[in-house]
């Protein structure tokens, strides 16, 4: 139980372009989502947390409007890239939990955005 | 806010011999903790967490951790290290609200020869 998905697994584009990153919790409802970036060699950095239903909390430091997170159902938490540039290059992983295990995060696969 | 401090970026051991990973946090409350693996291109793996109750966790590969309130640790072990236990390791700690976020150690890559 508690598996979380996220597609695409990779993506390579161009700069100026957007991208949409998905995650999903497969047998279970996520209350929250959790969008992480990391960097090579180093340790997660929390990007965001977000709420079903409600809007994001960015970390300080983390664009707004660069990083557009959407988490529409209970299910599925999107994570969009406007505009990307080669620093946005980065593993992006994502993590989920539910009411039930609140202080536990189940994590995705991660996705590797490469921006060129 | 809750921190955590990881001794040592990179760990080296012989395949059979003691793993030992060094973790030690910093929090206002008893805390919850955690043992992620990483390995290359891949997400988070749970090893094992404490919450609360018994101090020695084991978890998953044959590591464990045990919680030692007076010295603010949480060091993961091994006895006998396998090829595969080549990874990233990485401790967490969060505080026992269902509104707080994971703190991340730095991480501490594991190295074993043959």
């Known amino acids: 139980g508690a598996v979380v998905s996220q597609h695409p697994s990779w993506v390579i584009c161009k700069s100026g372009t957007s991208v949409k990153i998905e995650c999903r919790s497969l047998?279970?409802?996520?209350?929250?989502m959790f969008w992480y970036r990391q960097f090579p060699k180093q340790s997660l950095m929390l990007m965001a947390t977000?709420?079903?239903?409600?809007?994001?909390?960015?970390e300080q430091g983390v664009e707004k409007d660069k990083f557009l997170i959407n988490h529409a159902s209970l299910t599925l938490s999107t994570l969009t890239v406007t505009s990307a540039h080669p620093e946005d290059s980065s593993f992006y992983i994502c993590?989920?939990?539910?009411?039930?295990?609140?202080?536990?995060?189940?994590f995705g696969p991660g996705t590797r955005l490469t921006v060129l | 806010a809750q921190s955590v401090t990881q001794l040592g970026s990179h760990v080296s051991v012989s395949e059979g011999a003691l793993v030992l990973l060094r973790c030690n946090y910093s929090?206002?409350?008893?805390?919850?903790l955690f043992w992620y693996v990483q390995y290359p291109n891949q997400g988070l793996q749970l090893l094992l967490k404490?919450?609360?109750?018994?101090?020695l966790v084991k978890g998953i590969n044959g590591f464990e951790a045990e919680f030692k309130k007076s010295e603010t640790s949480f060091h993961l072990t091994k006895p006998s290290a396998h090829m595969s236990d080549a990874a990233e390791y990485f401790c967490?700690?969060?505080?026992?609200?269902?509104?707080?976020?994971?703190?991340f150690g730095k991480g501490t890559m594991l190295l074993v020869s043959p």
């Open positions: 993590s989920a939990r539910d009411w039930v295990s609140y202080n536990e995060q189940f």
């Open positions: 977000s709420n079903e239903g409600s809007k994001a909390t960015y």
């Open positions: 929090s206002s409350v008893p805390p919850y």
């Open positions: 404490y919450t609360t109750g018994a101090t």
């Open positions: 047998d279970f409802q996520a209350t929250t």
């Open positions: 967490a700690v969060t505080l026992p609200s269902g509104y707080s976020t994971l703190t």
